[in-house]
């Protein structure tokens, strides 16, 4: 059984850094991983991404403040989110899938970000 735990939301101000953490279990690194988010009465979206080569990709509102790596080894996708701003307060969830097809993958449960101005 696949399963991600997300960590690491809290409360911060402006311009400051968060990182979060997806712990996996059930499974090997070899699936697309993603970063997600989603504000109340809006669509979740797709904020970056990392393939099983290791290629990443970010939406342009987060390109430049949020990276996105993997430790293989520990099976553990992470988030470093710096620079935040207001907009960025969000739940966030991780995500696995093959060929980055998330709405069929597997999807944690989410952790709350705030960014007070």
């Known amino acids: 059984q696949v399963q991600l735990v997300e960590s690491g939301g809290g409360s911060v101000q402006a311009g400051g850094s968060l990182r979060l953490s997806c712990a996996a279990s059930?499974?090997?690194?070899?699936?697309?991983t993603g970063w997600f988010r989603q504000t109340p009465g809006k669509e979740r979206e797709e904020i970056a991404r990392i393939t099983s080569f290791g290629n990443s990709y970010y939406e342009d509102s987060v390109k430049g403040r949020f990276t996105i790596s993997k430790d293989s080894a520990n099976n553990t996708l992470y988030l470093q989110m710096n620079s935040l701003k207001p907009e960025d307060s969000a739940m966030y969830y991780c995500?696995?899938?093959?060929?980055?097809?998330?709405?069929?993958?597997?999807w944690g449960q989410g952790t709350q970000v705030t960014v007070s101005s």
């Open positions: 995500a696995a899938a093959t060929l980055c097809k998330f709405r069929s993958g597997y």
């Open positions: 059930g499974y090997k690194f070899r699936y697309c």
